[in-house]
């Protein structure tokens, strides 16, 4: 180390220990706090658990962060001059009657963060000067009565407490109070219920009625079906239960595949089927899905023409679940689908229900090559089961 930096070191250490001793001059174990010039006293934060003796210079005492836990009487004894007093974070839960009795002068009382239980009625009566009071988190539920005989308080923070019943007439005399920081709990916490239980209906509501507007036709179906089986309505026989054979849901772009193939193979070949084609069949005026239901209901089977437009649509969604009820219901499976296309699998996976239909189901796929249409649509009426209700086979 060269010679001018070393000195400048060594004038820092004796500068340091020089400026350490005045500091600590009057600390030691009768005196444990820190103070310059026995005016300003800093006993903060040396878990101390009451006041110990102090210089009756003392003006400003900073005992936050200990453990008095009782502010007995006479506690600062002999400290008649302290004009500020810190207190917060102390575990302070009893005042009594005379804590304070020889702090006329003093301005200002800090009692931040003590849970106190106990305040003496009269315990603030002594602080004739005091000008600034925070009583800020201290677990209060009524605003101290003493208050009123204070005439200089200027500043009063009540603060995060649990004020319930807010006198605030107790600050009416007081006509130098520009100051006063006060919440009323009560309140707050009762718009915080209140927002959570507005919030809360809000959702629900708001569900319902998305739910309301999308599954309004499964929604229906589902009530119908209750109501039916509270009345103890009896499933309808077989036979005559039916009035199509074949719900056809398809996409309006396969229509033609609907009518150039569909209708002549399943409907004009024997044996026929009775085919339900929304286009054709379904009631003019009537809200579609309830359409869609009431053919679902009135079909045997229930064919889907799945193609990659039609998934993406959604529409086919409202029948894969009524068809899954009647699976779980009736224990029909009545659901038979068609890939038109081929539907990359990205596109299945995208859409849980079909994912799960096309994993558990075997389904038919329309075979561009026209040599393998015959087999298509045997499997297809295997698929389908046989056609029974017809209306000329009534009679059978
Ligand atoms: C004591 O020190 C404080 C600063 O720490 C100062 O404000 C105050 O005026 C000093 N008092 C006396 C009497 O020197
Ligand atoms: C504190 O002082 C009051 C009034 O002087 C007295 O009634 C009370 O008993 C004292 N408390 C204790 C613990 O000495």
Not at 15 to 38: E, Q, T
Not at 118 to 126: A, D, L, N
Not at 203 to 230: C, D, E, P, W
Not at 314 to 343: M, N, P, S, Y
């Amino acid at each position: 180390m060269s010679r001018p930096w070393f000195l400048l070191f060594v004038c820092f250490l004796l500068g340091h220990s020089a400026w350490m001793y005045s500091v600590s001059a009057i600390r030691n174990d009768a005196f444990p706090c820190w103070s310059l010039n026995k005016t300003f006293v800093d006993c903060s934060a040396l878990y101390l658990e009451h006041v110990p003796p102090l210089p009756q210079t003392t003006t400003s005492l900073d005992f936050s962060d200990n453990r008095i836990h009782k502010l007995a009487n006479n506690s600062f004894y002999g400290l008649d001059n302290l004009l500020q007093l810190k207190l917060c974070t102390n575990g302070i839960t009893s005042m009594e009657e005379q804590a304070f009795a020889n702090l006329q002068q003093l301005e200002e009382l800090n009692l931040k963060e003590n849970p106190l239980v106990y305040i003496h009625r009269e315990v603030f009566i002594p602080l004739q000067s005091l000008r600034k009071l925070d009583l800020s988190t201290v677990r209060i539920t009524a605003i101290p009565e003493a208050l009123r005989m204070l005439h200089n308080l200027q500043d009063v923070n009540l603060a995060s407490n649990r004020i319930t019943s807010a006198n605030l007439d107790i600050f009416r005399d007081l006509k130098n109070l520009p100051l006063l920081d006060y919440k009323p709990d009560c309140k707050s916490y009762l718009g915080y219920y209140t927002c959570i239980v507005m919030s809360t209906f809000l959702f629900l509501y708001t569900t319902m009625t998305y739910m309301m507007v999308k599954y309004h036709a499964y929604i229906r179906y589902l009530y119908q079906y209750a109501r039916g089986k509270l009345r103890g309505y009896q499933a309808i026989p077989h036979r005559h239960r039916y009035e199509y054979d074949v719900f056809v849901s398809y996409n309006n772009e396969d229509i033609r595949w609907v009518q150039w193939e569909l209708i002549p193979h399943l409907e004009e070949a024997e044996p026929h089927y009775r085919l339900c084609i929304g286009d054709r069949d379904f009631l003019a005026g009537r809200d579609i899905t309830t359409n869609i239901v009431e053919a679902i209901q009135g079909s045997r089977k229930t064919l889907c023409l799945l193609t990659q437009r039609f998934v993406r649509s959604g529409w086919c969604t409202l029948e894969f679940k009524i068809a899954q009820h009647r699976l779980f219901e009736e224990g029909e499976d009545v659901l038979v689908l068609v890939l038109l296309e081929d539907i990359p699998a990205h596109v299945v996976q995208r859409y849980n229900r079909l994912r799960q239909l096309m994993s558990r189901k075997t389904y038919l796929v329309w075979p561009e090559d026209e040599r393998a249409r015959p087999l298509f649509w045997v499997r297809l009426r295997k698929a389908l089961g046989v056609g029974n209700v017809l209306p000329y086979e009534e009679d059978v």
